[in-house]
C-alpha cells in the first residue's frame, strides 16, 4: 500500500538558518512520482517539485533542494538561507505511475515550518 | 491567481442546510479532484472526475454529491451535514488523468457546520 510519512509535524527556525524537511514513502510499484507541495496561510496549495522514480539526480532551484534517495525511500527537502516568506506547511506526496488511469495522489501529513525573523 | 477558483472562500451552515462549493479552471485540464483536509489529518481524496465522468469515490458519505457539468467546473453539494465535516476543501485539475501531471490547485473553500 501506498504510504507518505512526514515525521516532524513542526519545525521553528530563525531566518538564515537552513532547515531539512523530511519526507518517506512507502510504495511496491517501481514506477512512481514524489511531490512537494506548499501551502501558505492563503490556502492553496502550490506545485514545487515532480521526481519520478528512475530519476535520482539531486535537485537545486534556488535555495530549494532536494535529496532523492531511494534506498532509504526518502526524498528530503532543504531550504538554505531560510526566510520568513518560507513559514508555511509543506507536503510530500506520492503516486503510483503504473496503477490505474485516475490521478490519486497521496499526501504525507504535512510538516508546518515557521520562520522567525 | 493559480488558474483554479474556488467560491465560497469562507461557508458558515447549519446542520440542516443545503450549500454547493464551486470549482473552476481555465487551464484547459481535463481531471478534477475533490480534497478535503481536516485539522492535523492528511488530505483526504473525495472524488475524482476525469472527462467529466467520475471514475472515484472514496467511500464518502451521501451527505456530499459532486457534479461535473463539464471539463471546466466542478461542484460539490452539500446537505444535511454534521460538524466533523468542518475542514477546508480544495478543489484540484490536472492535464490528463494520469496525476504524474501534477496537480494545479485552489485556494479552498473553508467550510465550518454549526
Known amino acids: 500500500a501506498q504510504k507518505v510519512t512526514q515525521a516532524q509535524t513542526e519545525i521553528s527556525v530563525v531566518e538564515k538558518e537552513d532547515v531539512t524537511l523530511d519526507c518517506v514513502y512507502e510504495t511496491r510499484d517501481t514506477t512512481y512520482y514524489l511531490f512537494w507541495y506548499k501551502q501558505p496561510p492563503s490556502g492553496e496549495l502550490v506545485f514545487l517539485i515532480r521526481r519520478n522514480s528512475f530519476d535520482e539526480q539531486n535537485e537545486i532551484s534556488g535555495r530549494y533542494s532536494w535529496n532523492f534517495q531511494k534506498s532509504t525511500s526518502s526524498f528530503n527537502f532543504t531550504i538554505t538561507a531560510s526566510q520568513v516568506v518560507d513559514s508555511a506547511v509543506y507536503f510530500c506526496a506520492l503516486s503510483e505511475g503504473s496503477s490505474s488511469n485516475t490521478g490519486k495522489l497521496i499526501f504525507g501529513q504535512g510538516t508546518t515550518l515557521q520562520v522567525k525573523p | 491567481e493559480t488558474g483554479v477558483t474556488q467560491t465560497p472562500r469562507h461557508l458558515v451552515m447549519g446542520m440542516t442546510n443545503k450549500k454547493s462549493l464551486k470549482c473552476e479552471q481555465h487551464?484547459?485540464?481535463?481531471?478534477m479532484y475533490w480534497y478535503k483536509q481536516s485539522a492535523k489529518k492528511p488530505l483526504e481524496l473525495m472524488f475524482v472526475?476525469?472527462?467529466?465522468?467520475?471514475?472515484e469515490n472514496n467511500s464518502v458519505p451521501s451527505r456530499f454529491s459532486p457534479e461535473c457539468p463539464n471539463s471546466s467546473h466542478l461542484f460539490l453539494h452539500l446537505h444535511t451535514l454534521q460538524p466533523e465535516d468542518s475542514a477546508l476543501y480544495l478543489c484540484?485539475?490536472?492535464?490528463?488523468?494520469?496525476?504524474?501531471?501534477?496537480?494545479?490547485f485552489g485556494s479552498g473553500t473553508r467550510l465550518t457546520v454549526v
Open positions: 472526475y476525469s472527462l467529466e465522468e467520475r471514475v
Open positions: 484540484a485539475s490536472s492535464q490528463g488523468s494520469r496525476v504524474n501531471y501534477g496537480y494545479t
Open positions: 487551464l484547459g485540464h481535463n481531471a
